[in-house]
Nanobody
Framework: QLRLVQSRGGLVQSGGSLTLSCVAS????????IAWFRQAPGKDREGVAY????????NYADSVKGRFTIFRGNAKSTIDLQMNDLKPEDTAWYYC??????????????WGQGAQVTVSS
């Protein structure tokens, strides 16, 4: 069965750091576009960061630029999101995603189960 399995999120103080990880089971992510999305209570899901399947370029939501970094793990089966200088408005459920034809924020076929991140002020 092909799926993405996420590590747990956590509770972090404002200004702190946290890394989220996601492991592909049953396939490798080497040729996939990968991304992280989040959904805060009462809000729509939003894209946080992605790496394109076409050219490997990355892009970030304006709200996280300079603070978050998306990268592939060395094993080519992991997706990590390094989050620095966390703010209370970063509190949300975070989801990793992968798609063979994903280029920006669309066309993701596989999703992780989600991880809750809470940032206290």
């Amino acid at each position: 069965q092909l799926r993405l399995v996420q590590s747990r999120g956590g509770l972090v103080q404002s200004g702190g750091s946290l890394t989220l990880s996601c492991v592909a089971s049953g396939f490798t992510l080497e040729h996939y576009g990968i991304a992280w999305f989040r959904q805060a209570p009462g809000k729509d899901r939003e894209g946080v960061a992605y790496i394109s399947s076409v050219d490997g370029s990355s892009n970030y939501a304006d709200s996280v630029k300079g603070r978050f970094t998306i990268f592939r793990g060395n094993a080519k089966s992991t997706i990590d999101l390094q989050m620095n200088d966390l703010k209370p408005e970063d509190t949300a459920w975070y989801y990793c995603a992968a798609g063979l034809w994903a280029t920006t924020w669309d066309r993701y076929d596989y999703w992780g189960q989600g991880a809750q991140v809470t940032v206290s002020s």
